[in-house]
């Protein structure tokens, strides 16, 4: 019965099976991938859903307060770190397994000494009234809890283990809104900040002992090493630059609420706040979905010389982060009037053409973070941090030409330019340094 068997049947069955493993390597590609996306895409669908809920049941007064709060808690996060972090991740990807702990230590170390040092410095930011004193508490515990599990999530991502650091991400940003919403929604006691902070509190902490299981976990054997005080100062220093680049941008991203504030009122901050909250929706999904699966393996091949490999996985990221960040910006403007419908206030509708301008520039954001990990790998500090420093002056100098004659829009538009400027820059330098 072999008769019917045409001659290139072997051939066709090989190419077959060949074919179905690397279907199966893409599978198992694909799927931790998806995984990660999707509990990002929960965490963060979590707090967008929270932003929407507490739109239609609170004032935008209050709503503006709750941005303000934010906006000047994760500036805060970032202070109190120095993003030493930078230093470890890169430390962490050129070591061999059995020096985590090595690394690891000496980050608990440093960053408990900046504890000591810059927590207090806080303070100001009731004793001038930028925030009310009532909230002192419920600020400075969820600052501690926020930046440890912050570096855990990044501790997790940097030994590739993006899943489980989406894991403790959700836990973070996401579970504990599904806690205070049914409460809030059939408890009108229950309709202030101090709930959403007590909630806040639980989901950090939550977070913070889960992502140190894991890390234990994850970088053993543990051992305790001799205190290297050059290293802990070579990552002050190296942290120092990325945090003077780090501090430029989150201020863009918390004194762009202060400035909103002063030019038309905590009531049309609200409606920035909720329509910048949808707009950044993008970037927090471009992250798991792109750059947290991308960054660590491009920093490894370039550490280790591998240029091809390097070049290739940058083309990757280039053309996922172009495709995906438009593609979900269409998304957020296309839903947002019907969002909008639902929380039935009709001072967010007036000013619907907002959220187009602030998905530009999340997009025109996500552009230049495709240079940015280009350079962080080659360790081109001095050019992130000079991108960044100069952002705030073109951020700067648009407010004042564009104050007096568009209020509510002149932030957006100096957002917009400042990372217009800081996208460009970085990819010149680049360039530069690519072709040496």
Same mark, same amino acid.
């Given at each position: 019965?072999?008769?019917?068997?045409?001659?290139?049947? &072997?051939?066709?069955?090989?190419?077959?099976?060949?074919?179905?493993?690397?279907?199966?390597?893409?599978?198992?590609?694909?799927?931790?991938?998806?995984?990660?996306?999707?509990?990002?895409?929960?965490?963060?669908?979590?707090?967008?859903?929270?932003?929407?809920?507490?739109?239609?049941?609170?004032?935008?007064?209050?709503?503006?307060?709750?941005?303000?709060?934010?906006?000047?808690?994760?500036?805060?996060?970032?202070?109190?770190?120095?993003?030493? $972090?930078?230093?470890?991740?890169?430390?962490?990807?050129?070591? &061999?397994?059995?020096?985590?702990?090595?690394?690891?230590?000496?980050?608990?170390?440093?960053?408990?000494?900046?504890?000591?040092?810059?927590?207090?410095?806080?303070?100001?930011?009731?004793?001038?009234?930028?925030? &009310?004193?009532?909230?002192?508490?419920?600020?400075? %515990?969820?600052?501690?809890?926020?930046? %440890?599990?912050?570096?855990?999530?990044?501790?997790?991502?940097?030994?590739?283990?993006?899943?489980?650091?989406?894991?403790?991400?959700?836990?973070?940003?996401?579970?504990?809104?599904?806690?205070?919403?049914?409460?809030?929604?059939?408890?009108?006691?229950?309709?202030?900040?101090?709930?959403?902070?007590?909630?806040?509190?639980?989901?950090?902490?939550?977070?913070?002992?889960?992502?140190?299981?894991?890390?234990?976990?994850?970088?053993?054997?543990?051992?305790?090493?001799? %205190?290297?005080?050059?290293?802990?100062?070579?990552?002050?220093?190296?942290?120092?630059?990325?945090?003077?680049?780090?501090?430029?941008?989150?201020?863009?991203?918390?004194?762009?609420?202060?400035?909103?504030?002063?030019?038309?009122? &905590?009531?049309?901050?609200?409606?920035?706040?909720?329509?910048?909250?949808?707009?950044?929706?993008?970037?927090?999904?471009?992250?798991?979905?792109?750059?947290?699966?991308?960054?660590?393996?491009?920093?490894?091949?370039?550490?280790?010389?591998?240029?091809?490999? $390097?070049?290739?996985?940058?083309?990757?990221?280039?053309?996922?982060?172009?495709?995906?960040?438009?593609?979900?910006?269409?998304?957020?403007?296309?839903?947002?009037?019907?969002?909008?419908?639902?929380?039935?206030?009709?001072? $967010?509708?007036?000013?619907?053409?907002? %959220?187009?301008?602030?998905?530009?520039?999340?997009?025109? $954001?996500?552009?230049?973070?495709?240079?940015?990990?280009?350079?962080?790998?080659?360790?081109?500090?001095?050019?992130?941090?000079?991108?960044?420093?100069?952002?705030?002056?073109?951020?700067?100098?648009?407010?004042?030409?564009?104050?007096?004659?568009?209020?509510?829009?002149?932030?957006?538009?100096?957002?917009?330019?400042?990372?217009?400027?800081?996208?460009?820059?970085?990819?010149?330098?680049?360039?530069?340094?690519?072709?040496?």
């Amino acid at each position: 019965m072999n008769d019917g068997m045409k001659p290139g049947a &072997p051939s066709l069955l090989a190419e077959f099976f060949n074919s179905r493993i690397d279907l199966e390597k893409i599978f198992q590609t694909a799927v931790p991938r998806i995984a990660n996306m999707a509990l990002r895409a929960l965490a963060m669908g979590s707090k967008f859903v929270l932003m929407i809920v507490l739109a239609r049941i609170l004032e935008p007064a209050q709503i503006g307060l709750y941005g303000l709060f934010t906006a000047t808690l994760y500036f805060s996060v970032i202070f109190i770190g120095v993003d030493y $972090y930078t230093y470890s991740q890169r430390e962490l990807l050129s070591v &061999p397994k059995d020096r985590w702990s090595f690394v690891l230590q000496h980050q608990v170390i440093a960053i408990g000494l900046l504890y000591l040092l810059i927590l207090p410095l806080q303070l100001p930011l009731f004793y001038f009234n930028l925030l &009310p004193s009532k909230f002192l508490y419920w600020f400075y %515990i969820l600052l501690l809890f926020e930046h %440890i599990s912050q570096e855990l999530n990044r501790i997790l991502v940097a030994m590739q283990r993006p899943l489980m650091a989406s894991i403790v991400l959700f836990i973070r940003m996401g579970a504990w809104v599904w806690l205070i919403i049914p409460m809030m929604w059939f408890n009108h006691d229950t309709r202030n900040l101090n709930a959403i902070f007590l909630a806040w509190f639980v989901g950090t902490a939550t977070a913070s002992f889960v992502g140190g299981i894991m890390v234990w976990r994850g970088s053993r054997p543990w051992r305790w090493w001799p %205190i290297d005080r050059a290293w802990i100062l070579r990552g002050y220093k190296t942290g120092l630059m990325f945090f003077l680049a780090t501090l430029s941008f989150m201020t863009l991203r918390t004194i762009d609420r202060y400035i909103v504030n002063f030019l038309v009122g &905590p009531s049309l901050l609200g409606v920035y706040t909720l329509f910048m909250g949808l707009a950044m929706t993008v970037i927090s999904l471009m992250e798991p979905a792109v750059f947290s699966f991308l960054y660590p393996p491009i920093v490894s091949a370039y550490q280790k010389g591998d240029r091809i490999t $390097y070049r290739t996985l940058m083309r990757e990221m280039g053309i996922w982060t172009i495709a995906l960040s438009i593609a979900l910006a269409a998304i957020v403007g296309i839903f947002t009037p019907f969002v909008l419908h639902w929380i039935d206030r009709p001072l $967010y509708t007036e000013h619907l053409s907002l %959220i187009w301008l602030l998905l530009s520039v999340t997009v025109i $954001y996500a552009g230049g973070m495709i240079p940015h990990y280009g350079l962080y790998a080659m360790r081109a500090d001095r050019s992130i941090m000079f991108a960044h420093l100069s952002s705030l002056v073109v951020f700067f100098v648009v407010v004042a030409l564009l104050a007096s004659t568009t209020p509510l829009y002149t932030v957006p538009y100096a957002l917009l330019a400042a990372f217009t400027w800081m996208g460009i820059y970085k990819l010149w330098r680049y360039s530069c340094l690519r072709s040496d």
